[in-house]
């Protein structure tokens, strides 16, 4: 079998994994959750990452691939160490989150789905978050940020380098 | 417990959060103390109060005092004014609008305007986070009178039915019918399941209840287990709602501790018990059947329909997959009774439902109001009308899937048949409004641009419509489309509708014909060809 043959190394990350999937694998359909878990330890889910779920969960590889293709939420490519995320929903559409999602390529140099070269953003588009009272909205991580316009989009970017590059 | 003369709600959610709000309230905390007040002054933690965009909110009780765009630098002057010399601060901006001076009415304007709240009256009035200020303010009685009175499962059932409660999770199905199917199917094991999935553009009632008042939803779905004969319910919540996953897993691991949940619910010998699934960022998940995939661990592809989830749901299971909203209703109207229930809304619909305003509107956020309520109060009367002194052009109601309402339809009531009258939906309660400047094949755009992204892309129609559907649409933005593609779409859209496998192809439908229809000239007009202009 395909699984069978891909060099997964013991470190860790996998040991990690594995402890999880020991303690909530028996659960019925643990797959979603699982890979969840997995993203949080590696941040995105290489190849080698879905073989390992697909073995110790007994799964065929390719319902393991089917599942993290068909989600937005997992990613196959690594990504920066923040993730900028625009919104353009209807409501964020209609304040105009398209002006913002231009500023932001402009301003790091990327397509959406890319990642800056130094590996400190990942720029990524959402259906909707559900703060549409602050529309245009975009998260950066876990933090929201509303009412956006193109100078304070520049500006928080910006702050966030800078504080990065302080510390 | 000690009684406060004052209680001060700190309202938390993302946009408030955003704004600063732990550090207002810490200050306003330690203030209090060095004033001596900390036996008086109750600073509580709450859900939202449905106002947005306005920074850091504060609401003082029992005066119904709302504080607007509160910076920390503002709490000395509150704390010392207000609260101990009990004088209002005119120098800060207050009620719901930005009103400086006198003090007005606060219950007539905006979105502070007096509502009918049954889904979320408590979610302002207690800490969400901690149980025990739940059960003081009523949680939970519902559940304790079921038991005490010994209602039967079927006469909780027969309860809900009398109420008329309909699903408000867009397709309005009768929710007693719902349980009472899950009820006879046969299976040895049964499911209910909370589709906390809101993942409808613009709406985000679901988030405030979850947020607000997570344990209305866990008292709603062990009456519903207890209705239906399950002792196993979901609660399937998106991944991007993080706050609302904490909450929620606070409440549900305090409700253990309470015997509210477990093998023997208040020692009746009743057991149920709840778990957080997360999803993983799906649009088509909020369909119910490919929910039921998803939580199973699979691709969240809809089932073909029949057989329905009331027989087979959860690994084949008999499964009742209720919304966020619809559930909340459940506690009270099993404490006050359908009679009670059915004195809101209309007729055929009974209840209030929550709405979100968004878009070009002065006050943005969310209302609870009867069923049948004008469209033209809800923009109007409580979002303040089009901001900018701008001229109204359109309404999009209930989302993505939802329709484009022209001026002329302003007065419809929005419950579900009057809408369907005038083919429209209710959907989830969004209402985006959009000024004069907006451009119809723009906004029509963008819906079709995040069709194409979520398709499953299980049937062809739906896979390959929405794309074709969305390079029309394109075309014409662009200056390149024809005529002819104007009425192309519209059977392109109309044929998805017959043919597609699930709602999410189907309802394509929607936002298409009713954009062309209402407003046909702007379409024809990016293509080129128009006669009026």
């Not at chain 1, 913002?100 to 590996?119: A, F, H, N, P, S």
């Given at each position: 079998m395909e699984t069978a043959q891909v060099h997964i190394p013991d470190n860790a990350e996998y040991r990690e994994l594995k402890k999880f999937i020991d303690e909530n694998g028996k659960e019925p359909g643990p797959l979603i959750q699982v890979l969840h878990r997995a993203q949080k330890i590696f941040g995105y889910l290489p190849p080698e990452v879905q073989h390992f779920v697909a073995r110790e969960l007994r799964l065929p590889f390719g319902q393991v691939y089917g599942v993290v293709t068909f989600y937005n939420f997992f990613r196959t490519e690594p990504i920066g160490d923040h993730i900028v995320n625009i919104c353009?929903?209807?409501?964020?559409?209609?304040?105009?989150?398209?002006?913002?999602?231009?500023?932001?390529?402009?301003?790091?140099?990327?397509?959406?789905?890319?990642?800056?070269?130094?590996?400190f953003y990942t720029l990524s588009t959402a259906r909707c978050f559900g703060a549409c009272g602050l529309a245009p909205v975009m998260m950066v991580d876990d933090e929201v940020y509303g009412r956006l316009n193109p100078q304070k989009t520049l500006q928080i970017l910006r702050d966030l380098r800078n504080a990065q590059t302080v510390n | 417990m000690s009684i406060y003369r004052t209680h001060i709600l700190v309202p938390v959610d993302e946009g408030t959060v955003q704004a600063g709000v732990f550090e207002v309230?810490?200050?306003?905390?330690?203030?209090?103390?060095?004033?001596?007040?900390?036996?008086?002054?109750?600073?509580?933690?709450?859900?939202?109060?449905?106002i947005v965009g306005k920074g850091v909110i504060l609401v003082v009780y029992p005066e119904r005092m709302y504080y607007t765009n509160v910076r920390p630098g503002d709490v000395s002057l509150i704390v010392e004014e207000h609260l101990l010399k009990g004088r209002i601060p005119p120098t800060l901006k207050y009620a719901s609008l930005d009103i400086q001076g006198g003090l007005k009415s606060l219950h007539n304007t905006g979105l502070t305007r007096e509502q009918k709240r049954v889904v979320l009256d408590k979610s302002w009035k207690m800490s969400p986070e901690d149980i025990r200020e739940v059960l003081a303010t009523g949680g939970y009685k519902a559940v304790e009178k079921i038991f005490t009175e010994k209602m039967t499962p079927e006469a909780v059932i027969d309860l809900i039915k009398q109420s008329g409660l309909r699903g408000r999770g867009g397709a309005g199905f009768p929710t007693g019918l719902k349980w009472e199917a899950t009820r006879k199917a046969a299976g040895d094991q049964k499911y209910i399941i909370c589709n906390a999935d809101e993942g409808e553009p613009g709406t985000f009632k679901d988030r405030l209840i979850l947020e607000g008042d997570p344990h209305k939803l866990i008292e709603a779905m062990v009456i519903g287990g207890y209705a239906i004969g399950a002792t196993k319910g979901y609660i399937y919540v998106r991944g991007e709602y993080g706050l609302s996953i904490q909450r929620m897993q606070q409440a549900i691991d305090q409700a253990r501790e309470y015997s509210l949940l477990g093998p023997s619910v208040l020692e009746t010998g009743f057991a149920f018990d709840?778990?957080?699934?997360?999803?993983?960022?799906?649009?088509?998940?909020?369909?119910?059947?490919?929910?039921?995939?998803?939580?199973?661990?699979?691709?969240?592809?809809?089932?073909?329909?029949?057989?329905?989830?009331?027989?087979?749901?959860?690994?084949?299971?008999?499964?009742?997959?209720?919304?966020?909203?619809?559930?909340?209703?459940?506690?009270?109207?099993?404490?006050?009774?359908?009679?009670?229930?059915?004195?809101?809304?209309?007729?055929?619909?009974?209840?209030?439902?929550?709405?979100?305003?968004?878009?070009?509107?002065?006050?943005?956020?969310?209302?609870?109001?009867?069923?049948?309520?004008?469209?033209?109060?809800?923009?109007?009367?409580?979002?303040?009308?089009?901001?900018?002194?701008?001229?109204?052009?359109?309404?999009?109601?209930?989302?993505?899937?939802?329709?484009?309402?022209?001026?002329?339809?302003?007065?419809?009531?929005?419950?579900?048949?009057?809408?369907?009258?005038?083919?429209?939906?209710?959907?989830?309660?969004?209402?985006?409004?959009?000024?004069?400047?907006?451009?119809?094949?723009?906004?029509?755009?963008?819906?079709?641009?995040?069709?194409?992204?979520?398709?499953?892309?299980?049937?062809?129609?739906?896979?390959?419509?929405?794309?074709?559907?969305?390079?029309?649409?394109?075309?014409?933005?662009?200056g390149q489309g024809r005529v002819e593609d104007i009425d192309t779409m519209l059977n392109l859209a109309e044929t998805m509708q017959r043919t597609s496998l699930c709602p999410l192809g189907q309802s394509v439908v929607a936002p298409v014909k009713s954009a062309i229809d209402n407003f046909r000239d702007e379409f024809e007009r990016a293509a080129g060809h128009s006669e009026i202009s």
């Open positions: 353009l929903g209807t409501a964020c559409h209609v304040k105009g989150a398209s002006e913002i999602l231009k500023v932001l390529e402009q301003e790091l140099g990327i397509r959406v789905g890319g990642t800056t070269q130094d590996r | 309230k810490r200050r306003l905390e330690q203030k209090i103390t060095e004033q001596g007040l900390g036996n008086e002054v109750k600073v509580v933690e709450s859900g939202t109060v449905g709840l778990q957080i699934k997360i999803g993983a960022g799906a649009y088509i998940c909020g369909d119910e059947t490919a929910l039921i995939e998803s939580l199973e661990g699979k691709r969240g592809n809809p089932r073909i329909k029949p057989p329905y989830p009331v027989t087979n749901g959860l690994w084949q299971m008999p499964t009742a997959v209720n919304n966020v909203e619809t559930l909340a209703n459940i506690p009270e109207i099993v404490n006050r009774g359908a009679a009670w229930f059915r004195t809101m809304g209309t007729d055929k619909c009974s209840g209030t439902k929550v709405f979100t305003i968004l878009g070009h509107v002065e006050q943005p956020g969310l209302i609870e109001v009867e069923m049948g309520t004008p469209l033209r109060e809800i923009i109007f009367a409580y979002g303040g009308g089009v901001a900018g002194g701008k001229k109204f052009k359109a309404a999009l109601l209930g989302g993505a899937s939802g329709v484009f309402l022209p001026e002329k339809l302003l007065d419809v009531h929005m419950d579900f048949e009057s809408l369907k009258e005038n083919k429209a939906v209710l959907g989830s309660g969004a209402v985006l409004v959009m000024n004069e400047a907006t451009s119809i094949p723009d906004m029509l755009f963008s819906i079709l641009k995040f069709y194409a992204h979520e398709t499953c892309g299980q049937c062809a129609p739906c896979r390959i419509g929405t794309h074709q559907l969305l390079q029309l649409a394109w075309k014409l933005r662009e």
